[in-house]
């Protein structure tokens, strides 16, 4: 059996919730099929690459700055190590009060309108994977409505990693240096993301042993990784998948998170049903993520937040 098991969200089997379990607690990674989301996935990767193939004219207008995280950037920082990608950022688009933070390309008919479709699906499909979870782990009301996310505070990110650096070359005096790997390894720091990948593959992930495994690219389905505050609700039962993406050499590739987050200010904590001698004191998710990722734009000279931090017996 795969390390990477397939679920059919349609009607998953005895074999198969095992299976996830097992993944789960290994290495926070498995796959789904039978989600109805082919016509739209084709879409939005053409879309994608409509994007990053449109070049600076219409990227440019669209850069994040420090105070707006949304938009076009090509050299964020992992691990403080500048990864071998383009991203283009956008938050829920179907609420008024989110969509004024995003950036739009003004010349791309049809860009956003398909952007809007995708985080429209990719919340009802994000909604049928934490509910097959919830049973999974026997999770009772109250639980299920702590292990959750909302849709208002789940981005979604355009990944594009070039063969090379992604930055031009006039403008890499002074810039840091690139990592080892196209991104660096981490966890996510959320809920649950979905994750389209393409064909070219080069994603992996660690499993508790400490060995990379191959995620690989699998057609018509989508990827699941379980993130940082699973992790902390499950008490350590299931594992925040980290992960990595091996730089590209002979192909571009093409990724499509759906990060689903939980609700601003919400107190991440052990379950009860998990969690008899709890190992994490709770936390307010939005401080944990702004520390998680406050070096994403710049080098701040230390590490980043983890979920470790949190940990009861965390070293002081």
């Given amino acids: 059996m795969s ?3 397939i679920i059919d969200l349609a009607a998953p089997s005895d074999q198969a919730i095992a299976a996830l379990d097992h993944a789960c607690r290994q290495h926070g990674f498995f796959l789904i099929r039978g989600h109805g989301a082919d016509d739209l996935i084709e879409r939005t990767w053409q879309q994608a690459a409509r994007f990053f193939d449109a070049g600076p004219g219409v990227s440019e207008p669209l850069r994040r700055t420090e105070d707006n995280p949304l938009g ?15 991203v283009f950022d956008f938050t829920d688009p179907t609420t008024p009060a989110r969509d004024v933070y995003n950036r ?3 010349n791309l008919p049809g860009f956003r ?16 994977t934490l509910a097959l979870l919830h049973g999974v782990l026997a999770l009772g ?4 409505a702590k292990m959750t996310f909302d849709s208002i505070n789940s981005p979604v990110r355009l990944n594009h990693y070039p063969v090379g650096d992604p930055v031009p070359e006039d403008q890499r005096h002074g810039l840091i240096e690139l990592g080892e790997t196209a991104l ?17 593959g080069g994603l992996q992930t660690q499993d508790r042993d400490g060995e990379w495994i191959e995620v690989p690219p699998e057609p018509g389905t989508i990827v699941v990784n379980l993130a940082d505050a699973v992790q902390v ?7 925040a998948a980290v992960h990595r993406v091996v730089p590209m050499t002979t192909d571009r590739r093409f990724s499509i998170p759906y990060f689903a987050n939980p609700s601003r200010h919400a107190r991440i904590e052990p379950l009860p049903e998990l969690a008899a001698e709890p190992r ?11 520390a998680r990722t406050a070096d994403n734009f710049a080098d701040l000279g230390t590490e980043d937040a983890q979920i470790t931090d949190y940990l009861l017996n965390a070293p002081s």
């Fill in 3 to 5: 390390p990477v098991p």
């Fill in 72 to 86: 076009y950037f090509d050299r964020e920082l992992t691990k403080r190590k500048r990864d071998h990608k383009q």
């Fill in 104 to 106: 739009w390309p003004t």
């Fill in 113 to 128: 309108d398909a952007m809007v479709d995708f985080h429209t699906e990719f919340t009802a499909l994000a909604d049928r």
């Fill in 141 to 144: 009301e109250e639980s299920q």
């Fill in 184 to 200: 660096g390894y981490h966890t996510d720091p959320g809920t649950i993301t979905l994750l389209l990948q393409d064909d070219t």
């Fill in 233 to 239: 609700q499950t008490n350590d039962r299931w594992r």
């Fill in 280 to 290: 994490y004191t709770p936390f307010d998710w939005t401080e944990f993520m702004a």
